[in-house]
């Protein structure tokens, strides 16, 4: 029995030891693959973290490749199951006329089987970003786009997180506390990095809003499932 009860309080530790952050896209753009990457590396740089990028397919036409970029469909697809069984999530998509596109929204509203079967997702880490502009998406709004995807987060009982502020947002145009954004307008100025055209300054916040949210759910892992 004692040493059943070793094994069990190591298997306890390990468990406390790793969490799983699940960092999920839509687009057809490979510069929204760069950044989902740019915000699972600063995920990962969190110990214990087990961070996986996924992609959400589109609910209408499926996969089609010619009409994505190289590499967009590399990623696998996301499940309600794996959003159930993550203890972060980061979510990214363009926007569309002020509003995140139709394949996020579509998504996120499937989670409503977690809210009507107990609130399952309550305690979980939740942060978003975002893209604009583009041909027929509309400009400007992110910050709205980022709200209504916290609203959804609360909607379930989950903690949305954002960037934390830093002197890096003031080289940023489209810097914001809610979460990164990019502008898809190209860049070829001498502030672009070999990074698919992010600024050195969009990586750096990338990167700090997956290291953000990886640490607030490392703690609350460590502290133990909310009742």
Not at 99 to 115: A, T
Not at 155 to 173: F, K, N, R, W
Not at 210 to 225: N, R, T
């Amino acid at each position: 029995q004692l040493e059943l009860c070793h094994y069990a309080k190591r298997a306890l530790n390990r468990r406390k030891m790793t969490f799983k952050v699940s960092v999920v896209y839509f687009s057809r753009s490979g510069r929204m693959v760069t950044l989902s990457n740019v915000v699972a590396e600063g995920a990962r740089s969190v110990t214990g973290a087990e961070v996986t990028v996924y992609r959400i397919r589109d609910p209408v036409f499926g996969d089609v490749p010619d009409q994505y970029d190289e590499g967009v469909l590399d990623a696998p697809v996301i499940s309600p199951q794996l959003i159930q069984d993550s203890d972060v999530i980061i979510i990214g998509g363009h926007g569309q006329q002020g509003g995140i596109c139709s394949e996020v929204r579509h998504f996120l509203e499937s989670w409503s089987e977690f809210q009507t079967a107990g609130c399952l997702l309550k305690g979980k880490v939740a942060s978003a970003y975002t893209t604009t502009g583009g041909h027929g998406c509309g400009y400007g709004g992110h910050e709205a786009i980022l709200a209504s995807m916290h609203a959804t987060f609360l909607q379930h009982g989950m903690i949305p997180l954002g960037v934390p502020p830093s002197p890096v947002m003031e080289d940023a145009p489209l810097a914001t506390p809610y979460g990164t954004t990019l502008s898809l307008k190209a860049r070829s100025d001498k502030t672009s990095s070999r990074l698919r055209l992010l600024t050195e300054s969009e990586v750096k916040l990338a990167y700090s809003q997956g290291e953000w949210a990886s640490q607030v759910g490392k703690q609350l892992h460590d502290i133990g499932d909310f009742d």
